[in-house]
C-alpha cells in the first residue's frame, strides 16, 4: 500500500542554518506530494505542493523537488527562522475507490533558537 | 486560499455528555470532509471520510456509534462524540477537498481541543 516516511524529529537549529527534512515515500502510479505545516496549536496549512515528477513545490523559502528515481520530496530552506518553528508532515494524495486518499508521514517537529 | 472553519476551537465537557464539533467551508463547495484524530506529539489519524448526502466511511478501528458524522451539506460536516470520556480527549481535525480538484490538496481547519473531564 502506499506510506510515507519522513524523518524522525525533533530537528533544533540555528538561526538561519540550513534546513532539511527527509520524506520519501511508496505510491503504486503518480501521487501527488505535499508538506504541511502545523504551528502550536492549530490545524495543518498546506506549505507547497508538486503534482508531476521533477515539479518543484516552492513557498515562503521553503522547497521541495518531486523525484521519481527515488521516490523522495525533501524540504530544504536555505535560511531558517525562528517563526519556522513548528511540525511539518510530507503527505501524498492518490486516486482511491471513491476519490483521493491522503497519506501523512509521522511529522518533524522543528526548533529553531534565536 | 480556500478557507475551513471549525468550531469551536476548544471544548471541556464532562464525562457521559456528548460533544458536536463543526466543520465549514467557507468559500468552496465540498462534497468530501475528512475527520481526523490526533494525539499529542504524533500524526493525524483519519478516522473517517465524510460524503455529503450520504454515510461517512470509517477507518478501521473507529467506532462508527461513538463518532457520529454528519454532512448535510456542501459547506457543512460535523462531528458529534456521543457520551464523551475522559480517553477521547484529543485534537480534532477536519479538512476538506474542493469539488471539481484533481490534485488531493486538503484544506484545513483550525482543529478543536476537546477535554473530557
Known amino acids: 500500500g502506499n506510506s510515507v516516511t519522513q524523518m524522525e524529529g525533533p530537528v533544533t537549529l540555528s538561526e538561519e542554518a540550513f534546513l532539511t527534512i527527509n520524506c520519501t515515500y511508496t505510491?503504486?502510479?503518480?501521487?501527488?506530494l505535499f508538506w504541511y505545516v502545523q504551528y502550536p496549536g492549530e490545524g495543518l496549512q498546506l506549505l507547497l505542493k508538486a503534482t508531476k515528477a521533477d515539479d518543484k513545490g516552492s513557498n515562503k523559502g521553503f522547497e521541495a523537488t518531486y523525484r521519481k528515481e527515488t521516490t523522495s520530496f525533501h524540504l530544504e530552506k536555505g535560511s531558517v527562522q525562528v517563526s519556522d518553528s513548528a511540525v511539518y508532515f510530507c503527505?501524498?494524495?492518490?486516486?482511491?475507490?471513491?476519490?483521493?486518499?491522503?497519506?501523512f508521514g509521522a511529522g518533524t517537529r522543528l526548533f529553531v533558537k534565536a | 486560499g480556500a478557507v475551513v472553519s471549525q468550531h469551536p476551537s476548544w471544548v471541556i465537557c464532562k464525562s457521559g455528555t456528548s460533544v458536536k464539533i463543526e466543520c465549514r467551508s467557507l468559500?468552496?463547495?465540498?462534497?468530501?470532509m475528512f475527520w481526523y484524530r490526533q494525539f499529542p506529539k504524533q500524526s493525524l489519524m483519519l478516522m473517517a471520510t465524510?460524503?455529503?448526502?450520504?454515510?461517512?466511511?470509517?477507518e478501521q478501528g473507529v467506532e462508527k456509534d461513538k463518532f457520529l458524522i454528519n454532512h448535510a451539506s456542501l459547506t457543512l460536516s460535523t462531528l458529534t462524540v456521543t457520551s464523551a470520556h475522559p480517553e477521547d480527549s484529543s485534537f480534532y481535525i477536519c479538512?476538506?477537498?474542493?469539488?471539481?480538484?484533481?490534485?488531493?490538496?486538503?484544506?484545513f481547519g483550525e482543529g478543536s481541543r476537546l477535554t473530557v473531564l
Open positions: 479538512s476538506a477537498r474542493p469539488a471539481g480538484t484533481n490534485t488531493g490538496e486538503l484544506f
Open positions: 468559500d468552496f463547495q465540498a462534497t468530501t
Open positions: 505510491a503504486t502510479g503518480y501521487p501527488s
Open positions: 465524510s460524503n455529503e448526502g450520504s454515510k461517512a466511511t470509517y
Open positions: 503527505a501524498l494524495s492518490a486516486p482511491n475507490t471513491g476519490g483521493f486518499k491522503t497519506i
